[in-house]
């Protein structure tokens, strides 16, 4: 039973143009929230994270807001970049018990 | 070198056989994870430990063992490889401090 969803597989951007990856949870016991970005045939890297006491955390380009009364969280990149082309994964975890990740959603920012 | 550093980065095996895969962090930190990624289905956790001594099961812990005697190592091993356990498997330390998962570079295991 997964407990963190990403249900777009895959998102196409512009460059320049804003990235809107989502997240939907089922568990309200989640109090953490975490992105993820990785490359092929490489390790995730962290990007950003949000507690539940909060709803928008900002670091550069990136802005993660989190709804918990719809158990859903976003992550807004903005501007995209090429570099910006990766699988980003969502991840939640309820008092450092168990980091539980969605499936990911592969971002493909053109020129 | 700080950080957290798996081995093998490749690995091929047969079918039946045992194998052991390995995780170092250099941080101290309490909790690690094991993860195996598959295509559609993400990250996926097996098993994870709080600290040494603690481990407890993720979801899909079904034909792997983990150990984690000291606090720097967490080895995951398949007691008796399965084709369906073909995967990356990725190991992950949690720096509670700064609330971040540090990962490593990932195993690639085969089993055939």
Known sequence: ?????????????????????????TNSMFDYFLWYKKYPAEGPTFLISISSIKDKNEDGRFT??????????????????????????????????????????QVVVTP | DAGITQSPRYKITETGRQVTLMCHQTWSHSYMFWYRQDLGHGLRLIYYSAAADITDKGEVPDGYVVS????????????????????VYFCASLDLVNTEAFFGQGTRLTVV
């Open chain 1, 1 to 25: 039973d997964q407990q963190v969803k990403q249900n777009s597989p895959s998102l196409s951007v512009q460059e320049g143009r804003i990235s809107i990856l989502n997240c939907d949870y």
């Open chain 1, 64 to 105: 993660v807001f989190l709804n918990k009364s719809a158990k859903h969280l976003s992550l807004h990149i903005v501007p995209s970049q090429p570099g910006d082309s990766a699988v980003y994964f969502c991840a939640a975890s309820a008092s450092w018990g168990k980091l539980q990740f969605g499936a990911g959603t």
């Open chain 2, 68 to 87: 984690r005697s000291k606090t720097e190592n967490f080895p995951l091993t398949l007691e008796s490889a399965t084709r369906s356990q073909t995967s």
